[in-house]
């Protein structure tokens, strides 16, 4: 194979409870994440220049907000190829290509969805035949978002996220979500919740996954999970982003039966009762303070997969 294409979906947190700050820096959490159908496209290509001079892995991006994404060794993809070539114990070689759609620093795990898409890819071009539990166990040291972009569907994530177990759910889900103007840092996010907390004096405890949420989700009833929808982090979004509030008021206001910002943010998510409902959420979300642009989603999809 010359070249392989591989289809990666963003992620949004239907629970996110985020325990006290650890001693190594890391939070406990308990994240619920459920992927949704805005996807990446990622290509591994056999380079066409082989010169010393030419870098290993190089990489392009593609799409909307290409300009924001490294096209460098920092990129996520980069990162998760060189570990998988480390892995084999080799250097290898490859040219990749990202197609953006999933917002960019928009708390939708872009960057870890890329990651993903680049160990799958590279695994195939360079035809090493990793199982997933090996392709699992890489992306959790590349970043602790990434392993549930390999994962997909819908699943629980406890210690720093990464240690995922699936979750039962009935039926689709139609989602919503209000893409803000530039993004927002998951460090200062979660750096603005451990300021609020000690201003406030508040003890979060341990973090424990929601009842109602995952019986919610068992059963597909898209009002009782639109009630159970929370995120620790929103009030640090908020506080670093007063106008999400105006665009969370928005969607409850055209009749969304849940909102919630989306992991660190600052995209918003609305969930809707039907895929109609998405579609005039969406319509009325345009003219909303803080909405860059609104787009439709269903819920759950499947993780990284080889498209071409
Ligand atoms: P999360 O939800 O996991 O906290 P996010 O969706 O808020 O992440 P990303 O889109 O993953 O944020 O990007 C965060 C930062 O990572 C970007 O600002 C960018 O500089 C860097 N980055 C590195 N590689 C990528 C990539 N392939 N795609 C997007 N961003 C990347």
Redesign the pocket.
């Known amino acids: 194979m010359s070249a392989i294409t591989v289809r990666v979906p963003a992620k949004v947190n239907l629970q996110l409870a985020v325990g006290p700050l650890r001693e190594d820096g890391y939070h406990d959490l308990v994240n619920v994440f459920h992927a949704v159908s805005i996807f990446d496209e990622v290509t591994a290509a056999e380079p066409g220049d082989v010169s010393a001079a030419t870098p290993p892995l190089t990489v392009r991006i593609e799409g909307e907000s290409a300009g924001?994404?490294?096209a460098n060794d920092?990129?996520?993809?980069v990162r998760a190829a060189r570990a998988l070539a480390g892995r084999a114990g080799r250097s290898y070689r490859a040219d990749l290509l990202?197609r953006?759609s999933?917002p960019?620093?928009?708390?939708?795990?872009?960057?870890?969805a890329?990651a993903a898409a680049a160990l799958v890819a590279c695994n195939e071009l360079w035809g090493l035949g990793l199982p997933p539990e090996d392709l699992m166990e890489i992306a959790a040291d590349v970043g602790s978002?990434v392993p549930f972009a390999l994962f997909g569907g819908t699943a629980v994530g406890t210690g720093r996220g990464e240690r995922l177990s699936r979750l039962e759910t009935s039926g689709s889900f139609h989602w919503v979500f209000a893409l803000a103007d530039g993004?927002?840092s998951?460090p200062r996010v979660y750096g603005e919740c451990d300021r609020l907390r000690e201003e406030a004096g508040t003890d979060p405890g341990r973090p424990v996954a929601s009842e109602p949420l995952l019986a919610a989700l068992r059963e597909g009833d898209a009002v009782a999970l639109g009630r159970a929808l929370t995120n620790d982090l929103q009030p640090a979004a908020l506080s670093l982003r007063p106008s999400l509030a105006h665009t969370l008021h928005a969607g409850d206001e055209l009749g969304a039966l849940g909102s919630l910002v989306s992991?660190?943010g600052p995209t918003c998510a609305f969930l809707a009762a039907s895929e109609t409902h998405a579609a005039e959420i969406a319509a009325g979300l345009k003219n909303a303070e803080g909405c860059r642009a609104a787009v439709t989603a269903t819920g759950p999809v499947p993780g990284a997969e080889v498209v071409g």
Do not use: R
């Open positions: 924001e994404v490294p920092d990129n996520l993809a990202i953006k999933i960019v620093a928009g708390g939708m795990a872009g960057g870890s890329d978002d993004g927002l998951t992991g660190s």
